[in-house]
């Protein structure tokens, strides 16, 4: 009810399945995956919410869940942490499993200081936010084309670093994703460019909670590996394809304006290695 979903995520907890998404009705809806379909009826059945989580005053735009777990097995400390990001850049940080709000991320710059004017409100949308593994910390992008590294997981002092993506002046960042190791990010703009970026400064430092708030040296912060045209419009979603045997690639796509559906297979190269249309 009330309008477009903007992203959904399926995941398991405790041995259940859970569908978890978000949009254009401010709310965080979670169902519980545990009906078996056997007939029509069953199929066309409305199934309720298990969960409705309030908050967000502004359109929700996506949600990360944080990993339970790093490449090696050691706990994350962005276990059963969901992050919900809106328009008007609000952060929501909540406990997945407790299904409460923890707290809100904001970024002291956006309103502004003797150095930089605030930045402008249809500015300040979060479009993508992705959990690294294993140090637990959040990125996200928006509109005003700036990547920021959250400590989503502490209660203060939660922002890390603040850069701008430098994608193409005036394109907002529309798209993002880590790979599973989480060393590198890719992201996509609303021009059709995409770019890779090393991350693994954020992974080096391990946090330790009981030595009070996480410090991590990001004076490095995200650097650019690779730089491409992708598209010829809005890159709406990226991200990795990671296979075992075959290695780890690159898929993005976009939407034309008579709603075709690109999508596109790319080396760590920026070699396009096939595509298709999703009509």
Same mark, same amino acid.
């Given at each position: 009810?009330?309008?477009?979903?903007?992203?959904?995520?399926?995941? /398991?907890?405790?041995?259940?399945?859970?569908? !978890?998404?978000?949009?254009?009705?401010?709310?965080?809806?979670?169902?519980?995956?545990?009906?078996?379909?056997?007939?029509?009826?069953?199929?066309?059945?409305?199934?309720?919410?298990?969960?409705?989580?309030?908050?967000?005053?502004?359109?929700?735009?996506?949600?990360?869940?944080? @990993?339970?777990?790093? /490449?090696?097995?050691? #706990? !994350? #400390? =962005?276990?059963?942490?969901?992050?919900?990001?809106?328009?008007?850049?609000?952060?929501?940080? +909540?406990?997945?499993?407790?299904? !409460?709000?923890?707290? %809100?991320?904001?970024?002291?710059?956006?309103?502004?200081?003797?150095?930089? #004017? *605030? /930045? @402008?409100?249809?500015?300040?949308?979060?479009?993508?936010?992705?959990?690294?593994? @294993?140090?637990?910390?959040?990125?996200? !992008?928006?509109?005003?084309?700036?990547?920021?590294?959250?400590? $989503?997981?502490? $209660?203060?002092?939660?922002?890390?670093?603040?850069? %701008?993506?430098?994608?193409?002046?005036?394109?907002?960042?529309?798209?993002?994703?880590?790979?599973?190791?989480?060393?590198?990010?890719?992201?996509?703009?609303?021009?059709?460019?995409?770019?890779? +970026?090393?991350?693994?400064?954020?992974?080096? =430092?391990?946090?330790?909670?009981?030595?009070? *708030?996480?410090?991590?040296? $990001?004076?490095?912060?995200?650097?650019?590996?690779?730089?491409?045209?992708?598209?010829?419009?809005?890159?709406?979603?990226?991200?990795?394809?990671?296979?075992?045997?075959?290695?780890?690639?690159?898929?993005?796509?976009?939407?034309?304006?008579?709603?075709?559906?690109?999508?596109?297979?790319?080396?760590?190269?920026?070699?396009?290695?096939?595509?298709?249309?999703?009509?």
């Amino acid at each position: 009810q009330g309008g477009e979903i903007t992203q959904l995520r399926y995941y /398991t907890q405790g041995g259940f399945a859970y569908v !978890c998404a978000v949009g254009w009705d401010r709310m965080v809806t979670i169902w519980a995956d545990n009906k078996v379909y056997t007939t029509r009826a069953d199929q066309a059945a409305a199934i309720r919410p298990l969960h409705t989580l309030a908050g967000h005053v502004d359109d929700i735009r996506c949600l990360a869940l944080g @990993p339970a777990k790093g /490449t090696t097995g050691q #706990p !994350c #400390p =962005a276990a059963n942490l969901l992050a919900t990001g809106s328009d008007d850049g609000e952060i929501r940080i +909540w406990n997945v499993e407790l299904c !409460c709000w923890k707290w %809100s991320l904001s970024d002291p710059n956006d309103d502004g200081n003797a150095h930089n #004017p *605030p /930045t @402008p409100f249809d500015q300040r949308g979060v479009e993508k936010m992705a959990f690294l593994a @294993p140090s637990g910390v959040l990125a996200t !992008c928006g509109a005003d084309g700036c990547l920021r590294f959250w400590a $989503a997981f502490e $209660a203060k002092n939660q922002l890390l670093h603040r850069q %701008s993506s430098k994608h193409r002046p005036g394109e907002s960042v529309l798209s993002m994703s880590a790979t599973r190791d989480g060393n590198q990010l890719v992201t996509g703009d609303s021009g059709g460019y995409v770019k890779v +970026w090393d991350v693994s400064a954020f992974n080096r =430092a391990q946090p330790n909670r009981s030595q009070g *708030p996480t410090s991590f040296n $990001a004076s490095r912060g995200a650097v650019t590996v690779l730089h491409f045209k992708a598209h010829d419009g809005h890159v709406t979603a990226a991200m990795f394809v990671e296979l075992e045997m075959q290695g780890r690639y690159l898929g993005t796509k976009r939407v034309t304006e008579v709603r075709k559906r690109i999508a596109r297979k790319m080396s760590l190269a920026g070699m396009q290695l096939g595509g298709f249309i999703l009509t």
